[in-house]
């Protein structure tokens, strides 16, 4: 059914009527349904792991652009296209005013939708830090929607409405694989995408306000790809030169941009430490929920030494490594919260007796070239023995056939391992 747009909008074309008409006969309530359920699809992945992290709750969410990209941009060009050949009868320059009336609509909603998610997201996350830079992260996811809004806009200027969706999707899909990844400046769209914890890190401020810059510039550059229509070329030569002075800019604001998206936190907090067996327990608050779990098993590692004669396997302190730094020394013994963990699953044994007896923090360990075949045996054999200590039967379930150490073999490997003059090749 075609609507009679010159009895629905009155004369002269005011802006505000376009929007009012854009919200009355656009796609763009379907769209938001469609982005609320690709959101909540990702937030139920994998048992919501991300639960208590400012950081990865921020980040874990674009995981969603993948899918809404496209539809968002294919959205948009479909109106833009759709509703500007009804209005082409009325006065000023409906063309131009409808793609600008589609995109600032799209853009309000979408945007107001996001904040509402991440929103929702950090209410169910109930984060235990704070990170005063998740609002440039926000502010950035934000911005991001406006640009698969801008190239759907772009597309829907010049291509009829059926192959206008298609090509501004496949456009945003690209977008999205191509302009994800830092590489040698800032990904353009790199907005965490985050499968794994974030603990020990913080945003970095900076870095996502350049992102931003570059992002809202080139929103205004692709803004400016027009059609000729009736310009004047006096208007249409400073349309080209801010739409190019606007690419200049988000070029050079990637390219210049400082450090990285994240960087180092100060590590864990002493005031996040417990005993276990007379031993300093430490952990980030963000993983509260779940670390009862490790605490089970490392007491159960700690009894069972303690017990049988090999104390010298109990490190003096036990701390949480996080995914990206490792902070200990050769007291410390380091145990990693997986997002299986955070999704419920109880950890194994001999998961956590082999992050304690890893020297982590050996340079050898972050060579370019990985530790000889013995090392390997060595770091399986130290950890069987220890898991054999609690529960023999572990062993076999592990595919371990070779034998025990005895408690001086335990001890003098244990000794090269935390000294790192183990021979590592």
């Not at 309530?29 to 990865?56: E, S, Y």
């Not at 009829?160 to 353009?188: F, K, M, T």
């Not at 075949?373 to 023999?392: F, H, R, S």
């Amino acid at each position: 059914m075609t609507i009679d747009n010159r009895q629905a909008l009155p004369r002269p074309l005011f802006l505000n009527s376009a929007f009012r008409y854009v919200l009355t006969y656009s796609w763009v309530w379907f769209c938001a349904a469609t982005v609320v359920a690709a959101n909540v699809a990702v937030m139920l992945t994998r048992g919501a792991p991300w639960r208590g992290d400012l950081i990865w709750t921020i980040d874990w969410l674009p995981i969603a652009f993948v899918l809404t990209g496209p539809l968002v941009a294919g959205f948009v060009a479909v109106d833009t296209s759709r509703l500007a050949v009804g209005v082409r009868g009325l006065a000023l320059s409906p063309r131009r005013t409808f793609d600008l009336a589609v995109g600032v609509t799209y853009a309000l909603v979408l945007g107001i939708l996001q904040l509402l998610i991440v929103g929702t997201a950090l209410l169910i996350s109930r984060p235990a830090l704070v990170d005063w830079g998740a609002f440039a992260a926000i502010l950035s996811q934000i911005t991001m929607v406006m640009l698969f809004v801008a190239i759907g806009s772009l597309v829907g200027r010049f291509a009829p409405v059926i192959l206008g969706g298609i090509g501004a999707a496949l456009a945003a899909l690209a977008a999205v694989y191509l302009l994800s990844e830092p590489g040698s400046s800032i990904g353009l769209l790199d907005a965490g995408a985050a499968t794994t914890p974030r603990t020990g890190s913080l945003y970095s401020v900076p870095w996502l306000l350049f992102q931003f810059l570059a992002l809202a510039c080139a929103v205004l550059a692709i803004g400016c790809v027009r059609h000729r229509g009736s310009q004047s070329f006096r208007r249409l030569g400073a349309r080209s030169t801010f739409g190019a002075t606007m690419a200049v800019c988000a070029v050079v604001s990637l390219a210049v941009a400082p450090g990285s998206r994240l960087e180092a936190n100060r590590g864990v907090s002493q005031e996040d430490c417990g005993a276990l067996a007379t031993v300093p327990f430490c952990y980030y608050p963000q993983h509260e929920r779940v670390i009862g779990y490790y605490a089970d098993n490392l007491m159960a590692l700690f009894e069972a030494a303690h017990d049988q004669g090999y104390t010298e396997l109990v490190p003096t302190r036990v701390a949480e490594a996080d995914q990206q730094h490792w902070t200990g020394d050769a007291t410390t013994g380091a145990f990693y919260v997986t997002p299986e963990a955070l999704t419920g699953q109880r950890p194994e044994l001999w998961e956590t007796a082999m992050d304690l007896v890893q020297p982590v923090h050996c340079p050898q360990l972050n060579q370019e070239a990985p530790p000889g075949e013995q090392y390997w045996k060595d770091l399986d054999a130290l950890t069987a023995t220890w898991v054999g200590l609690v529960d023999p039967s572990l062993l076999e379930q592990h595919g371990y056939l070779g034998d025990m150490l005895s408690p001086a073999e335990g001890t003098e490997l244990i000794r090269q391992f935390r000294t790192c003059t183990y021979p590592f090749e």
